[in-house]
């Protein structure tokens, strides 16, 4: 199993910077996210957790940095943390760290209700300027 | 609604096919120019971005020559009023879905804010992957106006209507 790496891409912002490290199992999503058809960006990551974590059982810390992700992105962001729900209900170790803006007024309502609809717990950290 | 009128102040506005790279030229613009605090420009963000997606995905008038997912064709417009930046989208529709519009914008400006969120779990769980639907980016953007959303259907011939939305960001947060 390789890493996954996909680099931002400056004239297409909608597409969020992507780090998953076989290595160490830090899983970086960074930028912003609201491309069309946004299954087909995020189903090689979903592919990839699902392997890493639920099949061969590795420790995961996902990151998420994303300053802003629409409606539909969020909805495979939910799939996203529904494999890692069912990694850690059989054993696997994961965390999730949630980087927030310190003036996004609506980020701590969106990470709860992730947290309600996936019975995950996710810690908030402040991003740094 | 404050419409156009002396106390507003157009920003922008624009109609026909709307993509991904006019969405995104478009939301970094206003972000650029609006000059607000940042909370308030980043809620503004948030909607425009739902509401011309929602024109890009769903009107019923594609600029198909060009791509064939996304170019919808349609119209935005974002004014300063003295409480609120207010968007406004419109496009065409199948007046069929008129009614389901209506219902659905009626159960959101109904809704307080906890029964939203269940509502917006409830229909982000239920969504399909590949089309998650227009209902999402409504409940999310009463969500983040804490505002009333206005919609309009003016009947254009026997099978298509042209339908408007308004949502109001309000300057103080």
Known sequence: ?129 | MEHPSYDTKNIISYHGPINIDLVSFISNYLRQHIRANSSVVGRIYKVLIELIQNVSYYSAEQYSNVRSFGSGIGYFRVYEAPEHYIITTGNKILSEHNTILRQNSEEINRLGEEELRELKRKTRTQANIRDIGAHIGLIQTGLLTGNQIELKFDPIDELYSYFTISAKVNKEI
Request: aromatic share 14%.
């Open chain 1, 1 to 129: 199993m390789k890493s996954l790496n996909i680099e931002a891409i400056p004239d297409s912002p909608y597409y969020p910077e992507v780090s998953f490290d076989v290595e160490t199992g830090i899983c970086v999503l960074r930028g912003e996210s609201y491309m069309e058809e946004a299954y087909k960006f995020y189903m090689p990551l979903l592919d990839w957790l699902k392997q890493y974590a639920v099949e061969e059982k590795h420790t995961v810390t996902l990151e998420i940095k994303l300053t802003y992700f629409n409606t539909n992105s969020s909805r495979l962001l939910l799939d996203m943390f529904d494999i890692l729900k069912k990694a850690e209900d059989h054993g696997t170790k994961v965390k999730i760290k949630w980087y927030y803006e310190a003036d996004d007024p609506d980020i701590q309502d969106e990470v709860e209700d992730f947290e309600i609809e996936t019975g995950l717990k996710f810690e908030m950290v402040p991003m740094e300027d």
